[in-house]
């Protein structure tokens, strides 16, 4: 936590310096007004929280649109600061996809006997205390009822601050800077934890078009590293009209996980300020997005035999066979079935392969001050 705060400090600290007021004239503003059909962060779908609420399958592109807007102020001898953020354009409150009568968000059934009638309702409130239903809300669980789960995509709005430096020598364009991590809204606090990163990029003085760039994170430094390598340009059609493209990879270093993380490639079309682009992104490693993580089973070890599943397999629970009331009705009765022939020890959850390949388009208009 001191090392958040230090980090944060230091960024407002700089962007607050004498320099910006005493060059404000040499200071410029770029401004971007950008929408994308799907939120993809070095590979993660962060707003696959739609497919749970729909009852959908995840697949390459089952997100919802966000609205990406940015600012940089790009101060004298290459000092910039960025604020970037995304915010969902629907699906953002949290919905009840498993329509049970619960003991708390995403819990189990909150009755005696397992069947939602009238005597086990009355049972199961009578097992709530006094004190639990006054010093808890709903929302927490206290008093069972039909509870909507976390799955509201306002969970994954973002705001980013970035404090950077780009240079160009004759060795090269170097730069370096902060980039601090915000979710803004309540609900994000444990699902977006607030950090920071500290980067570096670099380009040889010859192929500026290719660089390499390296994140590493101040609360778990070589726990959380990414590595990136981007070769990018564009081609002007006519003075107003322009074709770009940009392939990247990214390598991830956490704990106890290494490997290729991502391969993105984009194609756009720039007139006169606005941009149209279509990007793909292949997960050569899907062991970083298989969140059966959560559950500390991550040795890889062949315990979905048993019912579980493990990071390494890349399969996770299919919100299409799992939400709702007759899902509900059917995984109970073939649990029991499975829990008569093995004796029990066995969980049966409906379970999917992730997607290794995800699209999404971007549209945005961009101008300067």
């Given at each position: 936590?001191?090392?958040?705060?230090?980090?944060?400090?230091?960024?407002?600290?700089?962007?607050?310096?004498?320099?910006?007021?005493?060059?404000?004239?040499?200071?410029?503003?770029?401004?971007?007004?950008?929408?994308?059909?799907?939120?993809?962060?070095?590979?993660?779908?962060?707003?696959?929280?739609?497919?749970?609420?729909?009852?959908?399958?995840?697949?390459?592109?089952?997100?919802?649109?966000?609205?990406?807007?940015?600012?940089?102020?790009?101060?004298?001898?290459?000092?910039?600061?960025?604020?970037?953020?995304?915010?969902?354009?629907?699906?953002?409150?949290?919905?009840?996809?498993?329509?049970?009568?619960?003991?708390?968000?995403?819990?189990?059934?909150?009755?005696?006997?397992?069947?939602?009638?009238?005597?086990?309702?009355?049972?199961?409130?009578?097992?709530?205390?006094?004190?639990?239903?006054?010093?808890?809300?709903?929302?927490?669980?206290?008093?069972?009822?039909?509870?909507?789960?976390?799955?509201?995509?306002?969970?994954?709005?973002?705001?980013?601050?970035?404090?950077?430096?780009?240079?160009?020598?004759?060795?090269?364009?170097?730069?370096?800077?902060?980039?601090?991590?915000?979710?803004?809204?309540?609900?994000?606090?444990?699902?977006?934890?607030?950090?920071?990163?500290?980067?570096?990029?670099?380009?040889?003085?010859?192929?500026?078009?290719?660089?390499?760039?390296?994140?590493?994170?101040?609360?778990?430094?070589?726990?959380?590293?990414?590595?990136?390598?981007?070769?990018?340009?564009?081609?002007?059609?006519?003075?107003?009209?322009?074709?770009?493209?940009?392939?990247?990879?990214?390598?991830?270093?956490?704990?106890?996980?290494?490997?290729?993380?991502?391969?993105?490639?984009?194609?756009?079309?720039?007139?006169?300020?606005?941009?149209?682009?279509?990007?793909?992104?292949?997960?050569?490693?899907?062991?970083f997005f298989d969140t059966d993580n959560a559950t500390g089973n991550n040795d890889g070890s062949a315990a979905w035999l048993n019912g579980t599943s493990t990071r390494g397999d890349g399969l996770v629970a299919d919100p299409a066979r799992n939400n709702g009331p007759i899902n509900s009705y059917i995984n109970s009765a073939i649990q029991a079935q499975l829990t008569q022939l093995t004796g029990g020890g066995y969980t049966y959850t409906p379970r999917q392969k992730l997607p290794t390949g995800l699209w999404f388009v971007n549209v945005g208009y961009s101008f300067s001050i």
């Open positions: 936590m001191l090392k958040k705060i230090s980090a944060f400090s230091l960024m407002l600290t700089l962007t607050s310096a004498p320099v910006f007021a005493e060059d404000l004239p040499d200071v410029n503003v770029d401004v971007g007004l950008n929408f994308v059909s799907n939120y993809i962060f070095r590979g993660a779908d962060l707003h696959q929280g739609r497919a749970q609420q729909k009852g959908e399958s995840y697949g390459a592109n089952t997100g919802e649109w966000a609205f990406q807007p940015t600012i940089t102020f790009n101060g004298p001898s290459g000092l910039f600061f960025n604020i970037w953020g995304s915010f969902a354009t629907a699906g953002r409150k949290d919905t009840d996809t498993d329509l049970r009568f619960q003991s708390a968000p995403g819990g189990a059934v909150a009755t005696t006997t397992g069947n939602v009638d009238a005597p086990s309702i009355v049972a199961a409130y009578q097992s709530v205390t006094l004190a639990q239903a006054l010093s808890q809300d709903r929302r927490v669980g206290a008093v069972p009822g039909f509870y909507k789960e976390a799955n509201g995509l306002e969970r994954a709005d973002e705001i980013d601050l970035t404090l950077g430096y780009n240079t160009s020598t004759k060795e090269g364009n170097f730069g370096f800077g902060l980039v601090h991590y915000t979710g803004p809204n309540p609900d994000t606090k444990t699902a977006f934890p607030q950090t920071t990163e500290v980067f570096f990029t670099y380009a040889l003085p010859f192929l500026t078009e290719l660089t390499f760039s390296y994140y590493t994170d101040t609360e778990a430094f070589n726990d959380a590293n990414y590595y990136n390598l981007a070769y990018g340009s564009s081609v002007s059609m006519t003075d107003d009209l322009s074709l770009s493209y940009k392939v990247a990879a990214g390598y991830g270093a956490q704990n106890r996980l290494q490997g290729w993380q991502d391969v993105t490639g984009t194609i756009g079309v720039s007139f006169s300020g606005f941009t149209v682009g279509f990007n793909y992104v292949y997960r050569p490693d899907i062991r």
